[in-house]
């Protein structure tokens, strides 16, 4: 070391024995120069934030500030984002978008930052320049590629949501649809189960019916109805019935000029009412007076006596050249109210008719002009009773029509009451042509007691029909068409499968 110094100092040429002169300083190494760039402006979505706080005017901060200023950029990014993801959460395409955006502006901040914050060559200025360029336009790219997104994502969910109403409009109308088409299978399983049942009903009116027919006999087939022309019988015999018009009918063949009627049944009243043989000979001896006054003899009679001795009754009918009269009601239920109202309400007015002009004070007398049927059994037995008693008639007019193997059965002419009813004046005409007598008009000197309408004459007729109508027995006797009187709930289906306890006939 001395040597050094002692060298050093001869070189100098400085004497001996002064002091040394001083130590000269180091050269300092030189810094290549830095970047001197202006403040970066760091940029974002939607814009640019300023400068951090302390960075000198056309210089960068100090390091640690670069930092500071990269963590609060990058949570004013994590910020920004969060804001951003939320708004594009509202659709899909959308968020894509903003993702997207997200991504590159993140990175395009990052590496603007890094650079930032690392010395840079002299030319950063121009990249700088250029990224801050790069980044703002691909902002606004982004930026309006996301907002386009967003449109396209509302009108993608406008369209879905439309899509979704016309779907639950096409739903609701298959399910209306569907329902509709269930209330028709409903209806149609309804009106089959009706069809069948009225079948059902039908062919228990049918069998019931044929039942019935197989209780009635056959009528007698009457050979003529009338007798040959120009011809005159001797006699006449009506066959009848109760509340059939036989009283009527018989009071209009008296008043003719060519027949002898003395009473209308005289050998059904006492002394001859259960008397046959007494019946017998009071008839014999009518008829020869008559003849003896070139007149036609005749009454009517019930079948009683015939039942009793047949043979005996057909024997006088051959001897006075009898023609029998048939004369019955079709309707037994109306001949069976008749009865009701002599038998149980004491009308006796019912039993023969009232004096014609006397409908007046019809209202007045017996039942009057409106009655109620209280006793529905009652009434069932006078119907059973008719029934009877139609059969029975058929069976006399059978047992006088015979008149033997080896000659022609007994012309009969029959007269049914609503014939009568309906035509008074045709049926004698009939009656007239039958008998071989001229034609004579004359009123009857009976009319009828009680209204034909059940509707008008029965008060309650629909407890009538509760009872009978449900009875195909009856039933056809009810629907008066003529009288336009009818049960009131035969149109809704009211008496279907009601069957009582009043259906038989016998």
Excluded at 134 to 141: E, I, K, S, T
Excluded at 227 to 245: D, E, N, Q, T, Y
Excluded at 378 to 388: C, D, E
Aim: aromatic residues 6%.
């Amino acid at each position: 070391m001395a040597a050094l110094v002692r060298s050093r100092s001869t070189a100098t040429g400085g004497g001996g024995g002064g002091p040394p002169p001083p130590p000269t300083p180091p050269t300092p190494r030189r810094r290549p120069p830095r970047c001197r760039s202006p403040p970066r402006r760091v940029v974002v979505a939607g814009g640019s934030l300023p400068p951090p706080p302390g960075t000198p005017a056309g210089g960068h901060a100090p390091r640690r500030k670069s930092r500071s200023l990269l963590i609060c950029t990058l949570l004013a990014s994590v910020a920004l984002g969060a804001g951003l993801a939320a708004l594009a959460m509202t659709t899909h395409s959308a968020g894509r978008a903003v993702s997207s955006l997200l991504s590159r502006t993140g990175a395009s901040v990052v590496a603007s930052l890094g650079a930032a914050s690392a010395p840079a060559a002299p030319s950063c200025d121009a990249a700088v320049a250029a990224a801050v360029a790069d980044a703002d336009a691909a902002a606004g790219r982004n930026w309006t590629a996301a907002a386009a997104a967003l449109a396209a994502g509302r009108a993608e969910l406008t369209t879905a949501a439309g899509a979704l109403e016309a779907r639950e409009a096409d739903v609701a109308a298959a399910e209306a649809a569907a329902a509709a088409a269930k209330a028709e299978a409903d209806a149609a399983a309804a009106t089959a189960a009706a069809a069948e049942a009225a079948a059902t009903e039908a062919k228990a009116d049918a069998d019931a019916a044929a039942a019935a027919a197989a209780e009635v006999p056959d009528a007698p087939t009457p050979v003529c109805r009338s007798a040959k022309p120009g011809s005159r019988a001797g006699s006449f015999l009506i066959v009848f019935m109760g509340h059939s018009g036989s009283t009527a009918l018989l009071s209009e063949l008296g008043q003719h000029s060519g027949t002898h009627v003395a009473l209308p049944e005289p050998v059904d009243h006492e002394p001859y009412r259960r008397n046959t043989s007494a019946a017998l000979a009071y008839t014999r001896a009518f008829f020869t007076a008559g003849q003896q006054k070139g007149l036609m003899p005749g009454f009517k009679i019930r079948p009683y006596h015939i039942e009793q001795d047949p043979d005996a009754w057909r024997a006088l009918v051959e001897e006075f050249d009898t023609r029998l009269i048939w004369n019955f009601r079709v309707n037994i239920l109306k001949a069976s109210v008749g009865e009701y109202t002599a038998r149980y309400l004491n009308d006796s007015s019912v039993i023969e008719g009232i004096i014609p002009g006397s409908e007046a004070d019809r209202c007045k007398t017996g039942a009057g002009c409106q009655f109620a049927v209280t006793n529905m059994d009652f009434l069932h037995t006078m119907m059973r009773m008719f029934v009877s008693s139609d059969r029975r008639i058929a069976g006399a007019v059978e047992a006088l029509q015979d008149a033997g193997a080896d000659r022609p059965r007994r012309c009969v002419l029959t007269a049914p009451y609503e014939e009568y009813l309906l035509s008074r004046r045709s049926v004698m005409k009939q009656v007239h042509a039958f008998l071989g007598l001229g034609d004579e008009d004359h009123k009857p000197n009976r009319a009828k007691a009680t209204n034909d309408s059940m509707c008008e004459a029965v008060t309650n007729w629909e407890d009538v029909c509760n009872a009978f109508y449900g009875c195909v027995e009856w039933r056809w006797m009810m629907d008066d068409v003529r009288n336009g009187c009818k049960c009131s709930a035969v149109e809704t289906g009211g008496y279907a499968h009601m069957r009582t306890k009043y259906c038989s006939m016998s």
